[in-house]
């Protein structure tokens, strides 16, 4: 659920002056993401999304975020593109925040993940990342490994509240991660959370891709790592090789993966459990009862990095033990 | 904050299948209304709105709702018009809830309310009023003067703690409407919950209206009685004379009010107030602090109520104190 700041119809269309859009026809707010509020605008020129970023975004990294949108998008990444106003600014304020102006993406997020969903998310993964090459702006991953350790302290002392043993089992797991987390692996733009709520389909076809608001430079095979866990992964806990095979596979044949990278992959798996079960368990401990969120289960997390843990071989997400990249 | 159903792309794909509208393009849950789940559905044809009806709709009044929409659009009222299927069908079932599409409204609902606001209102109610005659369906107001009782004894108990006093205060006012309660003014179909939220407005003209999921038989005058209350008080709990006399005057030009009509019209503000108080009251009383829909304060209506106890004369509401209608 989102929406938390209340645009009045005023400021609006003072707002919406400032762009060559035409008159406001209409605007609601979205009940969807929880990190800024959404609204589907209309306008005179067809349909857009206004976003206002609430304070979980730091405003210094949106001239990232928003280039790298246009950037994307001028490289046919089917993604949101900023527009700008009459002078130019994309990035401007509303309501006292920081706000844009979206393109619009047809297509829903599939609420059950099919195979098929898997083989046309690997392939629009690996097109996001060879379009960001070129991009020529940094933004450091707070969320990788070097930021884990700061994440478990502020968890460990109530870690066990949710399961007994849980701080001597994530202790132990970073420890392992730091020491062997993987060096020298191709690096570039990734989206970080690309998430099935993040991934529009059209008649079973990838037709967008929204949410870039933890994108940043990290290890390209991390974000297949994380679109591993998101989308393979049965309610009942389980692996679906099909689904790990064909995201792979949809992948690879955009972008190949080295030989480095298929072996990092269930390390770079458990790292990227870990960190969904970190900010899952902070998030866990901290929202109030009657926080108007949904709060995520971390023990999911804890599960799939179980599973990770436990890889003897590629075969285990579905390929050939020998990677054929 | 609404959106309780999460229609999964499959079912929705096999319901509009069933109308002529073409593919899905696109549905998102909307942010607003709190009774049933809203979406804004785009479909090759076009925006619509999808509304699945959840708990607090008692499906035995859907062919009132859906045959008054019918019926006022069909009259020239800008409300939304429930789209069939290709069956003949409007009303159908999504996901296990009776479920319909009806077009989509343009227009923003006002967040500050200006005095043109209340001029446009009044004539659109009154509007509203006429366009309903010769519509056969009844639907008695279980919200009126003979509902009230049950719904007092169903928070007597706790209303102190609202308020020291109010449980006799409000058992005071009940029995002075129970006695008082005005017989023989005209009726028919009444919106019976037009708030601000309700009403669109496009470049300062009223585009629509909405939600007619409490629309009933009852007088006409208590409609605009509704009306004086959600419009026309100012946020410091004061009357504002100017809204008042143009929602009255916007009003009478389309649909005069007899002397007996306006001559009633403090009565009929005083078990307004009663009403929303009681059902507030209620709410406030019953709904758990984690829910996630946000309670509105019953006290708001204690003070209209009060200010109609005091009125001596239709001056009071800006009009002359000798009604000519």
Redesign the interface.
């Known amino acids: ?3 938390y700041t ?5 400021d ?1 269309r003072a707002f919406v002056a400032e762009y060559d859009l035409g ?10 993401g929880v990190e800024n509020s959404n609204y ?1 605008l ?1 306008t005179a020129r067809g ?1 857009y999304i206004l976003t206002l970023y609430e304070k979980r975004v730091d405003p210094a990294d949106l001239p990232f975020f928003l280039g790298l949108m246009h950037h994307l998008a001028g490289n046919g990444v089917e993604c949101p593109l900023p527009v700008p106003a009459r002078d130019g600014e994309a990035l401007r304020t509303l309501c006292g925040r920081p706000a844009v102006i979206v393109t ?9 993940i099919l195979p098929e969903h898997c083989a046309e998310l690997g392939a629009g993964l690996a097109r996001l990342h060879l379009a960001g090459d070129g991009f020529p702006m940094r933004r450091e991953n707070s969320l990788s490994v070097a930021g884990w350790r700061a994440l478990l302290e502020a968890s460990r002392g109530r870690a066990d509240e949710v399961k007994p043993g849980l701080a001597a089992l994530l202790e132990a797991e970073l420890a392992h991660l730091e020491a062997h987390w993987p060096a020298g692996l191709p690096a570039g733009v990734i989206h970080a959370d690309l998430f099935p709520d993040n991934v ?4 079973g076809r990838l037709s967008g891709l929204i949410d870039f608001y933890f994108a940043c430079t990290d290890l390209l095979a991390y974000d297949v790592a994380i679109c591993l866990n998101a989308w393979c992964f049965e309610p009942d806990g389980s692996l679906n090789v099909t689904k790990a095979r064909l995201l792979l596979s949809g992948y690879r044949r955009v972008r190949p993966l080295s030989a480095e990278e298929m072996a990092a992959l269930p390390l770079l798996a458990r790292g990227s459990a870990l960190r969904f079960l970190l900010t899952r368990l902070y998030d866990w401990l901290n929202t109030p ?2 926080a ?1 969120v949904k709060r995520k289960d971390p023990l999911e997390y804890l599960h799939k990095l179980r599973f990770h843990q436990q890889v003897r071989s590629l075969g285990d997400y579905g390929l050939e033990a020998v990677p054929a990249s």
Chains 1, 2 share one sequence.
Do not use: H, Q, T, Y
């Not at 209340?6 to 005023?10: A, F, M, Y």
């Not at 008159?23 to 969807?32: H, L, M, P, R, Y």
């Open positions: 659920m989102a929406v209340e645009v009045s119809d005023e609006l008159e406001v026809v209409s605007c609601k707010g979205i009940a969807e589907l209309v349909p619009f993406l047809s297509g829903m997020w599939p609420r059950r529009f389909f059209r008649d009862p009657g108007m």
